[in-house]
């Protein structure tokens, strides 16, 4: 395809009907593309306002940690639209993606939501898509309709696109009724003149609405409780009846809307909440301003139950009427929407074909979101089991759900069952298909007691003190490793450092030929990403074990598709400088070279030297290495840990790690104030390493 005005790529993903649900078909298209390319940007030309944010261009935005500003991401409101001419519409829209291409690889634009001005904002949507020179990714609307209906609507849609002049990329069929969804792609091929795309049925998670979204449209006061972080709601049910009736039909995720005056219902409901023995509620609006005080004090003091208790003044009928008319957003917060989203996309659109039509060859940069991304393609592409011990933090529950969801790895959570389950179900999260293992319970305990005895006998273990240890999640964790239950293990969101890698040191040692464990830290800067090591664990290595770290991290770097160049710095380059800290870097790069002499490793070398091409030519002219490295290994722990945080803080470098590396089986530790974030893409990294 040919290029649009400047050099980014385009696609221009729009509906002609509203109601069809592109916002989860851009989402799965984003992700797709920032694989791939350097730098993906997001750009719509038309939102309803300006405030409150357009959901879509924040979801982006934050989702994926976009440079662009939000104003600098729409090009007018609507209102603007109906006071402005059609060129001066246009030239407007131009200008706004201009403002948000320079220096991106591929923009994704989003056409209009169709519900300001319908036949206007098509022909808007289909006269910017022409002049972007922009290939369309149309998107129908298959909600309760039957499969011919969907059918001929993308052969009209498509007409009348053919008609305006647009370019074609392919057609999704978007919210279809899974009954008909087969017969819709099998006769899609056909209907859309053999475009790529797929058919995506009807999810209701996407579709239903947070108690966010609900306290907003109805202005609610909260009276306990946090709105912004609960769980979706899939079902209304009104609080009338007698208490031990109530509480027979309540299910899942009921949003509870019962007067304020009743107490009874109140009360049973969070304390069935909270006994983990009832479905977890999504939450509680309380109608009629009828909040007495005693019903107030009982939410609060049972807001640790993680309800949203709400107050308005309307009555019952009303405000469940008013509940029916919130329309759900897939917003920045809702992780579990996001990534439903994004598995449906993967799964059910053949994005290979759509990025082979868009002439997406391979950026020859790799952007720290770009390699994040590769990270989770790579482990779900060959998919390993990963064990959580610390299965009742909640970051792990939410990361938990996050992967399982998107089908990374399969995991096993490390606690009571009972507990974990309602800890999760309180948090509004689901957990589909993860194993739940109680080390004090389970039948492997006095199994792995044993083999650690075994392996730690010349220390004096006996069978008693293994059998205590193995209650301990991270040392039971790591004998599920060690027995083959498990491939990789990751903790320390709650433990020391020390207590995540001491079992590994214990009972899975060091890979063969490998004497060392070390640490490493995947750099990922501007565009491209690097090796930092040893950051975290060797304090003051000699020569042998510089050279070990060396060849550890020429292995990780190889690991993640990291063409390995070793520079092994120092304050002095080449034969130029002389002293004890010189020597031992020279003695440990001649070790390095006599162990693996296809590795391309320059040292000593001081760091300039190591980066920069320009004085490379002048320290060490010829040298692979010099000006190219990769991997970057430092004479010693207070260097390299220093180092690493000055260039994450200083260059806005994203710094994975750190990596443990020269383990037999992969165990990798989390700092303790870890995010979501980081255990996802740490599990990842565990899944890699022991895809081998």
Same mark, same amino acid.
């Given at each position: ?77 609507? %209102? ?50 022409? =002049? ?50 087969? %017969? ?5 091929? &056909? ?163 759509? /990025? ?42 939410? %990361? ?77 964790? /790591? ?9 990789? &293990? ?20 060091? %890979? ?164 979501? =974030? ?15």
């Amino acid at each position: 395809m040919q290029n649009g005005p400047g050099k980014a790529r385009n696609v221009y993903v729009t509906a002609l009907e509203p109601g069809s649900g592109k916002s989860a078909v851009v989402l799965g298209l984003f992700e797709v593309l920032v694989r791939r390319a350097g730098r993906v940007a997001f750009f719509r030309p038309l939102v309803a306002d300006a405030a409150p944010p357009d959901p879509d261009v924040e979801l982006l935005r934050r989702h994926y940690r976009l440079p662009q500003q939000y104003a600098d991401s729409f090009a007018l409101t609507a %209102a603007e639209l109906r006071r402005s001419s059609r060129d001066g519409v246009l030239g407007r829209v131009l200008d706004g993606w201009a403002a948000v291409a320079a220096g991106a690889d591929v923009v994704v634009v989003e056409g209009s939501d169709l519900t300001a001005s319908p036949a206007t904002e098509v022909d808007l949507n289909a006269a910017a898509a022409v =002049h972007l020179e922009a290939p369309v990714l149309l998107v129908v609307g298959g909600r309760e309709r039957s499969a011919v209906h969907v059918l001929d609507a993308v052969r009209r849609d498509l007409a009348a696109l053919a008609e305006r002049g647009c370019e074609m990329l392919g057609v999704v069929c978007n919210r279809v009724d899974p009954r008909v969804a087969e %017969a819709v792609r099998a006769e899609l091929p &056909v209907a859309s003149g053999g475009l790529p795309g797929g058919v995506l049925p009807e999810l209701p998670l996407l579709s239903a609405p947070t108690i966010a979204e609900v306290a907003a449209v109805l202005e609610a006061e909260v009276v306990a409780g946090d709105p912004r972080h609960a769980r979706e709601i899939e079902r209304v049910i009104v609080g009338a009846m007698g208490l031990p009736h109530f509480l027979e039909r309540v299910c899942d995720a009921d949003l509870v809307i019962t007067p304020g005056d009743r107490a009874d219902i109140v009360a049973g409901t969070l304390a069935a909440h909270l006994s983990g023995a009832y479905p977890a509620v999504a939450g509680l609006v309380l109608t009629g301003g009828l909040v007495e005080p005693a019903v107030h004090r009982l939410c609060q003091g049972l807001g640790a139950a993680g309800v949203p208790v709400l107050a308005v003044p309307g009555d019952t009928f009303e405000t469940v009427s008013a509940v029916g008319r919130v329309r759900a957003a897939i917003r920045p917060e809702n992780e579990r929407k996001i990534a439903a989203a994004i598995r449906m996309f993967e799964d059910r659109v053949d994005h290979d074909a759509l /990025t082979r039509r868009l002439d997406m060859a391979r950026s020859t940069r790799t952007t720290p979101l770009m390699f994040e991304q590769q990270l989770l393609d790579r482990a779900r592409a060959d998919r390993r089991h990963i064990v959580l011990p610390e299965g009742d933090d909640e970051r792990i529950l939410r %990361a938990a759900e996050q992967l399982l969801l998107r089908g990374v790895v399969d995991l096993t959570l490390l606690g009571s069952e009972t507990e974990l389950r309602s800890r999760a179900s309180s948090l509004g999260l689901a957990l589909p298909g993860v194993r739940i293992v109680d080390p004090v319970t389970s039948p492997w305990r006095k199994d792995f007691a044993r083999v650690y005895a075994e392996q730690r006998r010349h220390r004096g273990v006996a069978l008693p003190l293994a059998l205590d240890l193995m209650a301990d999640g991270t040392y039971f964790g /790591t004998l599920m490793v060690r027995q083959g239950v498990a491939d990789g &293990v990751v903790s320390g969101a709650t433990h020391t450092t020390a207590h995540t890698i001491r079992p590994a040191f214990e009972v899975i040692r060091t %890979a063969p030929g490998v004497s060392l464990v070390s640490s490493a830290f995947l750099m990922c800067l501007a565009d491209h990403v690097v090796v930092y090591a040893d950051c975290a664990v060797v304090p003051n290595p000699d020569p042998v074990q510089l050279a070990e770290i060396a060849l550890s991290a020429a292995h990780t770097a190889t690991t993640f598709g990291i063409d390995p160049r070793v520079a092994m710095l120092s304050y002095s380059t080449g034969e130029s400088g002389t002293g004890a800290d010189v020597d031992l870097v020279r003695e440990a790069t001649a070790l390095v070279r006599s162990r693996q002499p296809d590795l391309l490793v320059e040292g000593p070398i001081q760091y300039d030297a190591a980066v920069d091409p320009d004085v490379a030519r002048l320290k060490l002219p010829g040298s692979k290495v010099a000006g190219r490295a990769t991997v970057f290994i430092f004479p010693d722990l207070n260097t390299g840990n220093n180092t690493y945080k000055a260039v994450q803080r200083s260059a806005g470098a994203v710094a994975i790690g750190p990596v443990l590396q020269g383990l037999a089986q992969p165990v990798n530790d989390l700092s303790r104030g870890a995010t979501v =974030h980081d255990i996802i893409t740490t599990v990842a990294i565990t899944a890699i390493q022991a895809q081998g």
